[in-house]
């Protein structure tokens, strides 16, 4: 199915299953979806399996969101306990949309569990309360791991799964490999059947490069990855520039963020490190996966510049991981969006795109493992291999009893869809708008469609008097890209400070305080430096509010 079709089934508010081969553009899809909710008046909640899977969707785990959190089990009183929490009858009440990332790393026990949950807060005996639910994933990937000593079941073999009347749409462009030979053997995998053919293939790829520095090498254990990380990075002369997390809102939110991102709570880098960024940031070149090598540090405020593979170098200033509900931000953590690159675990590769990788498959222990860590890679040019064992060719068994039964249903649900005529699929769209009390008008503040340079995108915005937080979020970029923009267009002449961003001009003792900061640089330097403002004014003041506030400074 495309993802065309895909995203006009969503519309119609049917509950769907959106699964397919790594790279089919499940991610893309909800993204597009939740885009879509956005511009009539709809707010998702968007929730994952796993605190990572979390982190990389800017949502929260299930477990979270529902109220489950480490239960086991549900008895009648954590039930009438839950029912008794106001924010949450409010939430799961307010909520039309419920999107769960990574779904097939879900225990078939938990999702009963909160279906059960959502039941109850929503007063509503329909399954999962009756909202719209759209579980995300690939079966073939990681396995659910059950907790109280149960087995482990996958989430579709629950009477809760089956009681959704779940509409399958199995993704079937791809997007990331683009090699027929290696698609073929992730596809032999896939089918169970590991030939002699697909032997050989791997075989002559049992080759460690000559340029193995300049790739991520791929472990199943934590203390192998750390080790080659920290002995690479100690072979670099020099002491290490640090970089610190910062967190605000929630703290028990925050904690969760921090499992979940890529990037470590203290980052340690030195010119010459080799590192991978660990966030999406397409207006400015680069996605979770992209390596890069430091080339040093920028003066004004010390931040990494980083050469990426194409030859271009960034400047990589920090962003933000965020739990959002109802358009407001419960907690956030900032850090720099990279890692050291010279090692990471399979685990935590699930959802990246690499180049090429050097991986060690002959520990792995567990079904999926071994094909996560090869669909990782866009060719087979750039797979390296130390080993592989048996088991890193496996996959579940019950995964490949219940696949056909997912192309059968995908394959229904096509058919039927593709057959109805357009103002019939618009009404089922509309319809379902209403009924989540959205509009169906679009909001007014949208980019146009019309291909023009980036900063001018942010330009149309700020001439509607949007905010840079407000272009941030209607552009899907951070408020950091917004004052880069804002920066260029200043040097530009396209923008005037006064006439043109009056209107988020800040104010206040805080603004104050960095007006003095900077003028006590501006006494000594022909530029606004910022990290020695916040050195001045202290970890409060992030470099976000510093660069905001230095907009209006440098023309003051």
Sequence with gaps: MTQDTALSILKTGANVCITGEPGSGKSYLIGQYIGYLREHGIEPAITASTGIAATHIGGMTIHSWSGLGIRDALTDYDLDFLTQKEK???????????????????????????????????????????????????FFQLPPIARGGRASRF?????????????????????????????????????????????????????????????????????????????????????????????????????????????????????????????????????????????????????????????????VFPMEWAVEEGGKTLAKIIQVPLRLAWAITIHKSQGMSLDAALMDL??????????????????????????????????????????????????????VFTAMSTPDLQDMHHNFIRACGGTIEKGTAKISKKKIPTHEATRELLMQKLTPREIAKTRGVTVGTVIEHLEKLLRKGLIDIEADCAHFKPSGARFEKICEAFEQIRSYSDTLQLAPARSMLGESYDFEELRLARLFLERG
């Design 88 to 138: 949450l009858v409010e939430r799961a009440r307010k909520t039309h949309v419920l999107i769960i990332d990574e779904i097939s790393m879900l225990d078939a026990h938990t999702l009963g569990m909160i279906d059960t949950i959502l039941r109850a807060l929503r007063r509503n005996p329909a399954p999962f309360g009756g909202m719209q639910v759209i579980f995300v994933g690939d």
């Design 155 to 315: 989430a579709f073999e629950a009477p809760s799964w089956s009681a959704a009347g779940l509409l399958t749409c199995y993704l079937s462009e791809q997007h990331r490999q683009e090699d027929p030979v290696f698609l073929d053997m992730l596809l032999s995998i896939r089918k169970g059947e590991v030939t002699k053919n697909l032997h050989k293939h791997l075989k002559a790829r049992n080759i460690v490069p000559d340029n193995v520095d300049v790739m991520p090498q791929l472990f199943s254990h934590n203390a192998d990855v750390d080790h080659i990380n920290k002995g690479e990075l100690s072979k670099i002369p020099g002491n290490a520039r640090i970089f610190d997390m910062h967190t605000k809102g929630s703290k028990a939110l925050a904690d969760s963020l921090k499992r979940g991102c890529l990037s470590p709570e203290t980052l340690f880098l030195k010119e010459g490190a080799r590192v991978m960024f660990t966030k999406n940031d397409f207006e400015n070149g680069f996605f979770n996966g992209t390596l890069g090598v430091v080339t040093g540090f920028a003066e004004d405020d010390g931040l990494p510049e980083v050469r990426i593979g194409t030859g271009e170098t960034i400047k």
């Design 362 to 415: 002959s520990a792995t222990f567990e079904y999926g493992q071994g094909y996560v860590a090869l669909s990782r890679v866009r060719s087979l040019a750039g797979l390296y291999l130390r080993g592989y064992n048996e088991k890193s060719l496996q996959v579940h068994p019950r995964i490949l009893e219940h696949d056909a039964a997912f192309h059968d249903s995908s394959d229904q649900a096509r058919e």
